[in-house]
């Protein structure tokens, strides 16, 4: 079964510049989830979908972050103008039906997106 | 920030020596969680407990569930090289049951 996917792997870019991160879940999986990890520490959450749509967004920056789940299966998360502090590795991850399997379903992450605000 | 504290931060042991490390926090949990996390990687779901007080293992993984619901532990026993990496606490808050939080991780190195 593949995993979760993510693209880029790596990203760098200049202050104020716009960058998005996708992510593809495991398949069947209608909970999807985006998380900040920053050096050092463990992830946070940012967004969470449930199939295309939002279930928690109360820890996203939403004067710069923007993330969509249009057709219910793959995600964009959007960073609009990046600041130095967003430097960090943006996880997604996913799992089953989070209203049958309960919020307490495991999660299952991708590899990440390194991105380095310069 | 981190409703989660996580000791040791770091660890450095020599290999077949057992390991344990631990998570507090001043809130209630629903859940403990405890993951793995390799470099360049996504973090890996060792063991989860869902009632306080649970004990379960995972081969030489044992983790527990705090009778009062606010901390937990992971014990490693006889460490292997391949224990290398940091571990990770997580657990659903009562106050905020679907928001997985995470505590600030456990560095563990390994001398052969």
């Known amino acids: 079964e593949a995993g979760v996917a993510q693209s880029p792997r790596y990203k760098i870019i200049e202050k104020r510049q716009s960058v998005a991160f996708w992510c593809n879940p495991i398949?069947?999986?209608?909970?999807l989830y985006w998380y900040q990890q920053i050096l050092g520490q463990g992830p946070k959450l940012l967004i969470q979908?449930?199939?295309?749509?939002?279930?928690?967004d109360s820890q996203l920056p939403k004067d710069r972050f923007s993330a969509e789940r249009l057709k219910g299966v793959d995600s964009t998360l959007k960073i609009q103008p990046a600041k130095l502090e967003d430097s960090a590795v943006y996880l997604c991850?996913?799992?089953?039906?989070?209203?049958?399997?309960?919020?307490?379903?495991?999660?299952?992450f991708g590899p990440g997106t390194r991105l380095t605000v310069l | 920030g981190q409703q989660l504290n996580q000791s040791p931060q770091s660890m450095f042991i020599q290999e077949g020596e057992d390991v344990s490390m631990n998570c507090t926090s001043s809130?209630?949990?629903?859940?403990w969680l405890w993951y793995k996390q390799d470099p360049g990687e996504g973090p890996v779901l060792l063991i989860a407990?869902?009632?306080?007080?649970e004990l379960t293992s995972n081969g030489r993984l044992t983790a527990q569930f705090g009778i009062t619901r606010k901390d937990s532990f992971l014990n490693i026993s006889a460490s292997i090289p391949s224990d290398v990496g940091i571990y990770f606490c997580?657990?659903?808050?009562?106050?905020?049951?679907?928001?997985?939080?995470f505590g600030g991780g456990t560095r563990l190195m390994v001398k052969p």
């Open positions: 991850a996913s799992s089953l039906d989070w209203g049958l399997a309960g919020a307490w379903g495991e999660q299952f």
């Open positions: 398949s069947g999986h209608a909970t």
């Open positions: 979908f449930q199939n295309n749509g939002v279930v928690d």
């Open positions: 809130s209630i949990f629903n859940t």
């Open positions: 407990l869902y009632k306080a007080g």
């Open positions: 997580a657990g659903h808050p009562s106050y905020a049951g679907n928001m997985l939080t």
